[in-house]
Nanobody
């Protein structure tokens, strides 16, 4: 049994900052990539940022230079530091982790329940 739980969302004014956290727990043998996605009302879920176990990162063009993804492998946790927030960043943010529960099973993609981020103008 694996759980992925996000925290840190909320309401912030444009130009402000928020930090999201996502912790994976349970039957974990290894975690490959971890990432953040978001879904705004009426829009498709989109990748915001991702990070590999080795620390390589990837960002959506819309957040480059404003958001930073990082992870603490010892804590099975990934973070998303969001600066210079814009109303267009308003969405439900979902954590995603590619996790293997043992050394025989292929990795499985787990999703968190989502956390709301609202940026007011």
């Amino acid at each position: 049994q694996v759980q992925v739980v996000e925290s840190g969302g909320g309401l912030v004014q444009a130009g402000g900052s928020l930090r999201l956290s996502c912790a994976a727990s349970g039957s974990i043998f290894s975690i490959n990539a971890m990432g953040w996605y978001r879904q705004a009302p009426g829009k498709q879920r989109e990748l915001v940022a991702a990070i590999t176990s080795g620390g390589n990162t990837d960002y959506a063009d819309s957040v480059k230079g404003r958001f930073t993804i990082s992870r603490d492998n010892a804590k099975n946790t990934v973070y998303l530091q969001m600066n210079s927030l814009e109303p267009e960043d308003t969405a439900v943010y979902y954590c995603n982790a590619l996790i293997s529960s043992n050394n025989l099973s292929p990795p499985y993609r787990y999703w968190g329940q989502g956390t709301q981020v609202t940026v007011s103008s």
